[in-house]
């Protein structure tokens, strides 16, 4: 079935570890998107992609990087894991970043920082 | 800028009564907007896209939302509740000068009551 796999599905960390949260999607989407998800306050985009080679910060970049080097896939990093990090993290993509374009959602990320 | 707002985190309903969850949303251009579901664990599904097409939008599972600019509101309405409805729901918002974002309220918790 086509669509956005998210890997590892939850995680426990040490504060100041690093790690890498990965994103593949096989619908050949040029934009991809990292939002992460909090009680009360929704989603917010950490950083977004809108093709390959490109990358972009969103409302909550600090303490985390992306990379685009090819269209399928969208890894998140966290040189140094924060408890504040903890949270649970969705990578999305759509087929264009026109504003009518929708987002199509992986199943998420658990991270807790301990 | 642009946002959304969600009135009423937690609404319970009887199966069977009719299920109307709110949005309002704030935009100085033409707005698009969504609504998403999520259930339990899971990421979050497309229910239906408001493009400027037509003002009422149908959406999967039965549910539909009216866009209404002169009260800045997408409610999201299904005419008979069910037991499978039971959700977190997500209203959102993009626009094409802001495309690289879509802003999302901070979601309506929805409980069918048998």
């Known amino acids: 079935i086509a669509g956005i796999t998210q890997a590892p599905t939850s995680q426990i960390l040490a504060a100041g570890r690093r790690m890498t949260l990965r994103c593949t999607q096989d619908?050949?989407?040029?934009?991809m998107y990292w939002y992460r998800q909090d009680l009360g306050l929704g989603l917010r985009l950490i950083h977004y992609?809108?093709?390959?080679?490109?990358?972009g910060k969103g409302e909550v970049p600090d303490g985390y990087s992306v990379s685009r080097a090819n269209t399928d896939d969208f890894p998140l990093t966290l040189a140094s894991a924060v408890p504040s990090q903890t949270s649970v993290y969705f990578c999305a993509s759509s087929a264009s970043q026109g504003a009518a374009s929708p987002l199509h959602f992986g199943n998420g990320t658990r991270l807790t920082v301990t | 800028a642009q946002s959304v707002t969600q009135l009423g985190s937690h609404v319970s309903v009887s199966e069977g009564a009719l299920v109307l969850l709110r949005c309002n949303y704030s935009s100085s251009v033409p707005p698009y907007l969504f609504w998403y579901v999520q259930y339990p664990n899971q990421g979050l599904q497309l229910l239906l896209k408001y493009t400027s097409a037509a003002t009422l939008v149908k959406g999967i599972n039965g549910f539909e939302a009216e866009f209404k600019k002169s009260e800045t509101s997408f409610h999201l309405t299904k005419p008979s509740a069910h037991m499978s409805d039971a959700a977190e729901y997500f209203c959102a918002v993009r626009t094409q000068t802001g495309a690289n974002n879509l802003f999302f309220g901070t979601g309506t918790r929805l409980t069918v009551i048998p």
């Open positions: 619908m050949r989407h040029n934009a």
């Open positions: 992609s809108n093709t390959a080679g490109t990358t």
